[in-house]
């Protein structure tokens, strides 16, 4: 079996590569945001009649010319298929306009339009870029995404093929429950992922580096000092430092569930970034975040059954029994103690029991039809 994965690499662009890039996407942001005018006034624009649009636009325009073709149209497809999935998807808000100060650049190229000769990257339109290569690709790239982050640097994605790796054929089941003190507590206490002594401390240098920032905010209208901008640039570098250790530690955990474990019961938990909530909280949140899509990915992909668990009731349901107790347990109480059998065990791994039973039942009946099972199709990115 075969399947497509993205695979990332860091780009060290020149000033003249660079340049190039930023011309580019400034033309690209351009025609984006003609089609989103297109719809506005009512010109219901597919990617047929953008296209033509393109050829007159391109006709018209020098500086539009100047750009490559390839990376204009995907640009268009892009945003055509979109607009379509606004249609389709319930809640999915229409493609909006793409601001100079609150998108970052990201370009699309189709075969037509890179090539890879002597290590580097070639763009459509003359623009050589070296890369970093990090390790091989598994296959000759169909697409290619440069995009750059809000620290200013550049990345190529490649869309490639590679074979599956079979998981160890495994036949047990295992229940998660998340947290703050422990982001993942499970039926299995070997399994458990600890919320992080180094998320303790990134979530204090973070909130430091939020308060100076504040600090040296000028009003609305004002420009902003190069001070700001300082403060600005270390909270953002910290803030990716954070999630790529997320992202390290919860492949690696991820990957011990998933070797280990046929059916994989998980809390379905939605992070909600409150503007009040505290910055350890969004820290572990991102955690949860982080390791739940690292865990659904590699589970879709090895084959094995997961199973997302909406977390209502989960806490006051016995896992021993499945009686269900008559009042929400307090957050301060850490240990669950059921009513009708006497069952006693700490609160998140009674919750990760209740989880996993939840799934073996199957049940989805009379008072159960909130814990309906949702199936864990097509979330999480492909993202390697
Ligand atoms: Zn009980």
């Not at 860091?10 to 590569?17: D, H, I, K, N, V």
């Not at 008559?326 to 065990?345: D, H, P, S, Y």
């Amino acid at each position: 079996m075969v399947e497509t994965v993205r695979y990332t690499y860091r780009l060290r662009p020149g000033s003249t590569a660079e340049a190039a890039l930023l011309a580019e996407w400034g033309r690209c942001r351009w025609l984006w945001n003609e089609a989103v005018h297109q719809q506005k006034i009512g010109a219901k624009p597919t990617f047929c009649k953008l296209s033509k649009l393109l050829t007159e636009a391109r006709g018209r325009n020098t500086w539009l010319r100047e750009g490559s073709q390839v990376v204009q149209q995907q640009t268009l497809r892009t945003y055509a298929s979109a607009l379509q999935a606004s249609f389709k998807i319930k809640g999915r808000g229409r493609p909006t306009i793409k601001k100079l100060k609150n998108t970052l650049p990201s370009l699309e190229y189709t075969l037509r339009g890179f090539k890879i000769r002597a290590r580097r990257l070639r763009l459509a339109g003359g623009i050589e870029i070296p890369v970093v290569w990090s390790r091989e690709l598994a296959s000759d790239p169909t697409s290619v995404r440069v995009y750059q982050d809000s620290l200013g640097h550049w990345y190529a994605s490649f869309v490639v093929c590679r074979e599956v790796c079979a998981a160890p054929a495994s036949s047990g089941a295992i229940g998660i429950d998340w947290g703050v003190k422990t982001t993942a507590t499970t039926t299995n206490a070997r399994f458990d992922l600890p919320h992080l002594g180094h998320r303790k401390r990134c979530a204090a240098e973070l909130a430091r580096a939020q308060r100076k920032m504040a600090r040296r905010r000028r009003p609305k209208g004002h420009a902003q000092s190069n001070g700001y901008r300082r403060a600005k640039r270390a909270a953002a570098k910290l803030y990716k430092k954070a999630a790529r250790q997320n992202i390290h530690d919860s492949r690696q955990w991820a990957k011990s569930i998933v070797d280990n474990h046929q059916v994989i019961a998980v809390e379905d938990f939605k992070p909600r970034f409150l503007a009040k909530s505290t910055m350890a909280r969004k820290v572990a949140d991102a955690a949860i975040g982080a390791a739940k899509r690292e865990l659904a990915e590699r589970g879709m992909r090895t084959g094995r059954r997961v199973v997302l668990v909406p977390p209502a009731y989960t806490t006051m349901t016995c896992s021993e029994c499945a009686v269900r107790a008559k009042q929400r347990i307090g957050l301060n109480v850490r240990v669950f103690e059921c009513m009708a059998c006497g069952f006693t065990a700490g609160r998140d791994l009674n919750a990760a029991r209740t989880i996993l039973a939840t799934v073996e039942r199957d049940r989805a009946g009379g008072d159960d039809v909130r814990h309906v099972i949702t199936s864990l199709r097509g979330v999480g990115s492909n993202a390697v």
